[in-house]
Every structure is written in structure tokens, then in C-alpha cells.
């Protein structure tokens, strides 16, 4: 489809005051300021922080998509006998051109208020010395270089441009196509200069946060990921685990309190103390809580979301809950067969004490445990309409009566990102770092190459160590705090010497070779394919899923693999399990082509 009929309809989504023809009616913006003439230029306070909140609520039109495109496609989910056509076409890579859910013009509708308000907002204008809207003007930044980054995640190539579309003739320019490296050659030198500029703060009678517009360093950084510059990515990763708040702890006897940074740590332990399968344990803390506090007295698991409503009088209602989660059994989407058995397959690591309570070296495996997130978030609905009971996996959802008759749906939240998932985008473009450093082959860099390995891992078995290479007087305390991801599931793994561990052995069983044949480069593989699991394991349900096949798979094909597109197809074909592999799928999905959504 040519780009002008992609983008005519984003003429009528213009910002004007804040409100927009398409996307008001929130946030308390007042909806009869639409008309205004394209010469006014948002020149007060007012002015910016109506527009930015108009931006936000074309994203609400987006923020399903984000969920249903990135995990219905993946492999963590299967469709059932309730699934509408519309969703099975789309788990079915059959995409119809009827599809609802493939308009990209509410995108464009995000991408043209931005750039209207970047193009007439007067970040020049100062109060007591400060520059009175240049938070407002580096958020709106953040949140077109984030849309622009989920058309190239989604389609690949997209129409491209940076000038707001005012007239008819605009519409009808052909746009240059973009894929992720262009945008990234565009957008990151726009978006530098205000990485460090804190974003505005928002305020209503529910809650106040600052976490409703996607971190620009995190944008930055997600871009150059996607675009395969892991050098610029791991030092951009690595400065916000460092200096970002919401990885501070502070540790100390009060005269002597000391401030660390890259903190992981929840309540001291994991996420999963309690199993809650079968809605057994109601008091557990939810996603919602999770998401909110994470248990830290130092920051919040939550980096920035997209705010929804609880009604649709007030506005835009988050639909997925109902996709994925239902009492009567008759949500459209289930948790995958190959999602347990990747679960299945963890070990479950207890630390053994001595007498005194000191950790003695020891460890035991819980038999049949696996990785205790996948029952930590699985539920069954407690009345069946059908022959099949259908488990649901109820990040999104919990009972919450005595009497089990009531489903409170948490999407009130959808969540772009978080700090587990920034450890392993971290551990992932070191690893891949490794990789170009191993390339290189010079002794520096094979010295450096080891160390970014380690330390890839070491963000999901033991995160003290990435922290503390050195190791520090307080380590016993500071140990519970620097957790790795994996840990969250699967228990003390930094002591695990046989399991999640690399060791030749283990590396070998992975790739079906001697343990005497197992080079570096196969360590780096082994990393990048623990990464993509633990994704998997952690941020199920999340939005990111098939976009991470996809960017694994090109990383993959760009390290010479000729069957790179296995790391895709072979997991989406299995999402039944093993044992019901699906070829039909598969032979699909070799074609790198069939991975990308058209353009309507």
C-alpha cells in the first residue's frame, strides 16, 4: 500500500490545543479546543502539557496491539475453539486485509500529533531561568521514536517523516521506507541531546507518576539494539542500570549508609515465594502490585505504561484481559504447551545451610519444580463450558472474591517497560558485544569478549557479581538485592554448578556436542539462547515476544547462521509441544518475508 493512503487519515488527528479530532476525550482535556489554525504555535505551559496528553491518548489506541501483535504471533500462546477469526488468522501469519487489528493509521495518528507539537511547541520560552516546556517536548520525542520503532518491529519497512502533515498535498507524498537501522540513523542524534532531561510529570485523582512516557534512554538504547550497534546499546543499558533511581538500594548502619546501584532485588528474596496455581492463595501479590511497587522501599519494577481506564465513559478500555482470561472458560487465548515445557525443564536450585545459617556450598534440586512463574501466574477457571479446561495465564487478571465468582481484570497498565526486562536486553547486547569482540580476535579483545560474557549471564544467574566484580564488605546482605532474573523463578541458581551453569557439559547437551569440542563461540550461542529463554520465562504475556524472535533470529542470520531462521520458526511450530509440531507452520515461517505484517 502506498504511503499516502496509510497516512491521509492522520490529517484529521492533527494536535491543536492538546485535544485532538480522533483522539480526545481524556485525561480531562477539554475536547471542544480542537479547531485552531496551523500557524498557532503552543507557546505556554498549558499548552505543552495538553498536547503531550493528547499524544497519550492516541497511544491508548495503540496499547492493545502492542499485547495482541507482539504475543498472539509468538510462541508462548495457542488459540482455542472461542478464538475470533481475526486472531486465529493472525496466529495463523494469514493476514487479510478485513484485519482490525493491522491498521497502522492510529500509529500514524501518534506519529502526527508528535510531529506537530515538536514542529509549533517554543521550547525557548523560560521561567526563573528554566525552559518551561523542554520536558514536555523531549517526552513527545520519546513517544514518536517508540511508535516509529513498533511499525519497524511489526512491518518492517514503514513510511518515514518527521514534518507534521497539515494539507491534503502532504498526505499524498510518497514517503521514503524505513526500516529500524534508518529510523535509528534519524531518530537517536534527535533524541540524545535530552536523555538526561527529566519527563513531565502527571497528576489526576488516582495517582501521580512520571512513568506514563517510555525513558528515552531506554528508546535510545532499544534502538540501537534493533539496529545492531551492541557497543552504543550495552554502554547505553549499562549507564541507566547505574544512574537511573529506581536501581538505587541503600545499605548501612546509618552512620555508615552507602548508596549501590543495579539493584534486582525484591522484598529481599524472588518474585515467587508461594505457589498460587488454581487462584489457591488469593492474598498473593498480583501483577498489578508487582508492576506498582515490586515489594522496593528504593524504586518501582515498572519503568513507563500506557494508562488506561477502568470504563469506557471515562475513555479508552483495555480489551486484552478478556482475551486472555475468563471465569467460564471462554477467553480466546491460552498459555502455550511449549511455555510449560520450557518451564518444565528448569531446575528449581535450594541453597543447604550449616548449623549457623551460613550458605555451606551445597545446593539441592526440587524434583518436578521447574520454574515456578509459570504456576505462579497460572489459574484455571473455576466453571467450564467446555470438554477442555483452559488454563489462563493471569498476569492480567486475578479472582478476587471469597467466592471465586469475580474476575478483576489488571489492565489498567500496559506495560512497555520494566526492570527485569532491561537486565536482559543489558545481558543481551553484551553477549552479542562478546560476539563482535570474539570476531576481532586480537588477545584485548578476546580478554573483554570473556568478561561481557560473564557478565551477560551473570545478570540472570547472580547479578552481585556484575555489580560487585570486586566483591564488598557487605555481601551477605547485598546478595538478596542483586539477584539475577533467572533467580526470580528458579531459586538460589548462583550457587547451581551443574544446570544453569556454563560449563562445557551443559553447553554440550544444548547443541548435541562432545564436551571436548566446546569453543567460546559456542558459549556465546548458548548465552543468546538462555537470553531468548529466559525472555520467555519472564515476560511472558508482555507484548515483546515476537519481536524478540524476530531480532534474535536476525542477529542470528547476521552471524552467518544459514538456518537462522530456525531460532523463530522451530519455537512458534512448537507451541503445542514437542510432540505436536507443526510442519505446515514451520515451513511457513522459514520464509523470512511471512514474519512481517502488510501495510493497511
Known amino acids: 500500500m502506498k504511503s499516502k493512503s496509510i497516512i491521509g487519515a492522520a490529517l484529521t488527528a492533527i494536535v491543536t490545543l492538546g485535544a485532538t479530532t480522533s483522539c480526545a476525550d481524556m485525561f480531562d482535556i477539554d475536547s471542544t479546543r480542537v479547531v485552531v489554525e496551523d500557524k498557532h504555535t503552543l507557546s505556554t505551559s498549558a499548552d505543552s502539557a495538553y498536547s503531550t496528553l493528547g499524544v497519550l491518548q492516541c497511544m491508548r489506541e495503540i496499547a492493545d496491539r502492542y499485547i495482541i501483535l507482539g504475543e498472539v504471533r509468538g510462541d508462548l500462546m495457542e488459540i482455542n475453539e472461542y478464538t475470533k477469526t481475526s486472531l486465529r488468522n493472525i496466529a495463523e ?32 520560552i523560560s521561567h526563573n531561568n528554566e525552559r518551561v516546556m523542554i520536558d514536555e517536548y523531549a517526552a513527545v520525542l520519546g513517544v514518536r521514536a517508540w511508535t516509529y520503532l513498533q511499525l519497524a518491529i511489526n512491518h518492517g519497512k514503514v513510511p518515514f517523516y518527521l514534518d507534521p502533515i497539515t494539507t491534503v498535498a502532504g498526505s499524498e507524498v510518497n514517503y521514503p521506507m524505513y526500516g529500524v537501522k534508518e529510523m535509528a540513523a534519524e531518530l537517536v542524534p534527535q533524541l ?7 519527563l513531565p510529570v502527571f497528576v489526576n485523582s488516582n495517582y501521580i507518576t512520571d512513568r506514563i512516557y517510555p525513558p528515552l534512554k531506554l528508546v535510545v538504547a532499544d534502538l540501537y539494539l534493533w539496529s545492531g550497534d551492541y557497543l552504543n546499546a550495552s554502554k547505553t543499558y549499562w549507564e541507566y542500570l547505574n544512574n537511573h533511581p529506581d536501581f538505587k538500594y541503600s545499605y548501612g548502619d546509618g552512620a555508615n549508609t552507602e548508596t549501590f546501584r543495579g539493584m534486582m532485588g525484591l522484598n529481599g528474596s524472588r518474585l515467587v515465594y508461594t505457589q498460587r496455581g488454581n487462584n489457591s492463595n488469593t492474598s498473593a501479590v498480583n501483577w498489578q502490585e508487582y508492576l506498582d511497587y515490586g515489594g522496593q522501599s528504593n524504586g518501582y519494577e515498572n519503568l513507563a505504561y500506557i494508562p488506561m481506564e477502568r ?3 471515562n475513555g479508552v478500555v483495555s480489551e486484552v484481559g478478556n482475551l486472555f482470561a475468563s471465569l467460564d ?5 491460552n498459555p502455550s504447551t511449549y511455555l510449560k515445557e520450557l518451564s518444565a525443564k528448569q531446575a528449581y536450585i535450594t541453597a543447604t545451610t550449616n548449623k549457623d545459617g551460613n550458605e555451606d556450598g551445597g545446593y539441592t534440586v526440587q524434583a518436578s519444580a521447574g520454574d515456578r512463574r509459570y504456576a505462579y501466574y497460572l489459574s484455571h477457571p473455576l466453571i467450564s463450558n467446555s470438554e477442555e479446561d483452559f488454563e489462563y495465564y493471569d498476569k492480567l ?5 471469597p467466592d471465586g465468582a469475580t474476575l478483576e481484570m489488571y489492565t489498567q497498565q500496559i506495560n512497555l517497560y520494566r526492570r527485569s526486562i532491561l537486565y536482559l536486553r543489558a545481558a543481551e547486547s553484551f553477549n552479542s558485544l562478546a560476539k563482535e569482540m570474539y570476531i576481532a580476535g586480537d588477545s584485548l579483545a578476546m580478554a573483554n569478549a ?14 552481585y557479581k556484575v555489580f560487585f566484580p570486586n566483591g564488598h564488605v557487605f555481601e551477605k546482605q547485598l546478595r538478596s538485592s542483586f539477584i539475577g532474573v533467572h533467580a526470580k523463578g528458579c531459586g538460589d541458581v548462583r550457587v547451581d554448578t551443574s544446570h544453569f551453569a556454563l560449563r562445557p557439559s551443559t553447553i554440550a547437551k544444548r547443541f548435541e556436542l562432545t564436551d571436548s569440542t566446546v569453543t567460546f563461540n559456542d558459549t556465546i550461542k548458548f548465552i543468546d539462547e538462555v537470553i531468548l529463554d529466559e525472555l520467555a520465562l519472564e515476560a511472558a504475556l508482555e507484548g515483546n515476544r515476537f519481536g524478540d524472535l524476530v531480532r534474535f533470529a536476525k542477529r542470528r542470520q547476521a552471524w552467518g547462521e544459514e538456518n537462522y531462521y530456525d531460532v523463530l520458526a522451530k519455537r512458534v511450530a512448537s507451541r503445542k509441544g514437542e510432540l505436536l509440531f507443526d510442519n505446515e507452520l514451520y515451513n511457513k515461517l522459514i520464509d523470512e518475508n511471512s514474519w512481517y505484517l502488510p501495510l493497511k
Open 397 to 401: 487478571a486475578k479472582i478476587t472474591s
Open 93 to 124: 501469519f494469514n493476514f487479510d486485509e478485513e484485519n482490525e487489528y493491522l491498521n497502522v493509521r492510529d500509529y500514524y495518528a501518534v506519529i502526527n500529533n508528535c510531529n506537530y507539537i515538536l514542529a509549533k511547541m517554543d521550547t525557548t
Open 192 to 198: 540524545l541531546p535530552y536523555v538526561e532531561y527529566d
Open 311 to 313: 470504563t469506557t465513559a
Open 450 to 463: 570473556s568478561t561481557l560474557a560473564n557478565m551477560s549471564f551473570n545478570l540472570m544467574k547472580d547479578a
Open 329 to 333: 472458560n471462554t477467553h480466546s487465548l
